[in-house]
Each structure stands twice: as structure tokens, then as C-alpha cells.
């Protein structure tokens, strides 16, 4: 256990994840965030999967508690905010973790039930989660959000609906950022590359009829730096960086962690 966010207090919102062999990218963040520290709410639409994550970090002698809310939902996010006040006392990181991709397609393909599902709930869910947050933070004077993109929106192809989400979430970003910088809020986006996480190798493997394994090789041929996937750890540490005050002169940034895919720009 460490103190890098010793007495803080956080909402991870996805804290659950997808049943799987490997940890996904929002369990992964609670329990490093607990592993330093922080008191975490963790957030899920399905509650089960949240108390999951939960007893994992409870198991390591962490501080955690469970919340079910769908991040889309304003009235959700607002018993969420009022309900971590309520537990904790304050609230100093949130972590927007949701995103959904299925059933997207290029333009000619693209059904307009999928296009709005998919940028409703990738922009909503971090969005919402933010609004209801951001008052309590202003009164703090302090605060930082982490929220979860993709490289996908610089450099992926094919999947429209998804990247033109993810580059809406760079762009939420970017404005949340200067919009509450004289508030002494800093905000801040994971850009993920091919992670090997529940997500990922259920969801696709099953979509494209593929063995796990096969995924995993294709996926890890794509990536520059060693061919090998990143794993959820590595997005966690990343947003413990971001979230801890080693980063409070930093707000606005958009990091890629990816293994060097994105840098194939020239």
C-alpha cells in the first residue's frame, strides 16, 4: 500500500467491467487508487460488478464502497455525487471510465440507431458524471478528472460512430479543462491503445468468430513497443499519476497509452 493519494476521495464511474480472464481498465484504476490511498466510490450500472471489485479491494486492506447508477442518467450521476458526499465527505478525483463500441461500422453501413447509442453513451456518460461532480470540486477549490478516450480518435478507421465519440471526449476534455482551471480543477484524458482487457477479447473475438488467442496475436503485432498489448495496470497507473498531485500543473492533456501506435503519424 502507498500514499500517493493519501486522504483523497474518488468516484471510478465503470468500476465494474465484462466477466473475463484479465482485468479491465475501471477495476484496475479502483484498486490502485485504493492501493494508494483513496477512498473509492465505485460506480457500475451493474451493482454486482462494482461490490465485485469491492471485495478485491476490501481483500487488500483498501476503502471502498459500491453505487449503482447508469452514467447517462443525470439524476443518476447527482445521487452519485450527493451519495460519495455523503460517505466520504468530500470528492477530489473522478475517473469516467464507460464506453461502448458494438455495432458500429463505416459511414455506408452505419445504422442510425448505433450512431446515436454509441455517441449518446460515450459523451453522456462522461458528461453527466462531470456536471454533477464539478459543483462539489468548485467549493473544494480542488479537484481532477480523468476521462477515458481512445487513440481511435486520431487514428483509427472503420468504426465511425466510436472514433467520432472518442474525439468528442478529447474535445469535452479539452473545454472542461479550461473552463475550470481558475477553480483549481484539473482535467485531464487516458488515450488507450489495444489493451488486453474483458472488453476487448470477449466482445471482438466473439464478434468476429476468432479464438481469444488468435485476437491476441493480431493485436499484439500491432503494437510498436515490445508487440505486446497494454493490460489495464497500465491505464491505471496512468490515471493514478494523473489524479495525484505529481500532475498539478498539468490540465488538458490528451496521453496516449498505446505502446506507440499513435506515434505512426509521418
Known sequence: MGDRLKDKVAIVVGAGQTP??????????????????????????RLESAQDT????????????????????????Q???????????????????????DGDSGVTNMQE????????????????????????????????????????????????????????????????????AKHGIRVNCIMP???DTPMAIEGIS???GISKEQLRQERDAAVPLGAKMGTGWDIAHASLFLASDEARFITGVLLP??????????
Not at 492501493?35 to 466510490?41: D, M, N, P, Q, S
Open 54 to 77: 469491492q471485495g478485491m479491494i476490501e481483500q487488500e486492506g483498501g476503502t471502498a464502497s459500491a453505487f449503482a447508477a447508469d452514467a447517462t442518467s443525470e439524476a443518476d450521476c
Open 193 to 195: 491503445g489495444l489493451m
Open 79 to 101: 445521487k452519485m455525487a450527493e451519495a460519495c458526499v455523503e460517505r466520504y465527505g468530500r470528492i477530489d478525483i473522478l475517473h469516467n471510465n464507460v464506453g461502448i463500441g
Open 20 to 45: 473475463g480472464e484479465t482485468v479491465g481498465n475501471g477495476r484496475a484504476t479502483a484498486m490502485v487508487y485504493a492501493r494508494e490511498g483513496a477512498k473509492v466510490l465505485l460506480v457500475d450500472r
Open 113 to 180: 440507431d448505433n450512431w446515436d447509442r454509441i455517441l449518446s453513451v460515450n459523451m453522456k456518460s462522461v458528461i453527466m458524471p462531470s456536471k454533477c461532480v464539478i459543483p462539489i470540486m468548485r467549493g473544494q477549490r480542488s479537484g481532477a478528472i480523468i476521462n477515458i478516450s481512445s487513440i481511435a480518435a486520431v487514428c483509427a478507421v472503420g468504426i465511425l460512430a466510436y472514433k467520432t465519440s472518442k474525439a468528442g471526449v478529447n474535445a469535452i476534455t479539452h473545454q472542461m479543462a479550461l473552463g475550470n
Open 257 to 266: 497509452v498505446d505502446g506507440g501506435q499513435s506515434a505512426r503519424i509521418g
Open 206 to 208: 466473439q464478434a468476429r
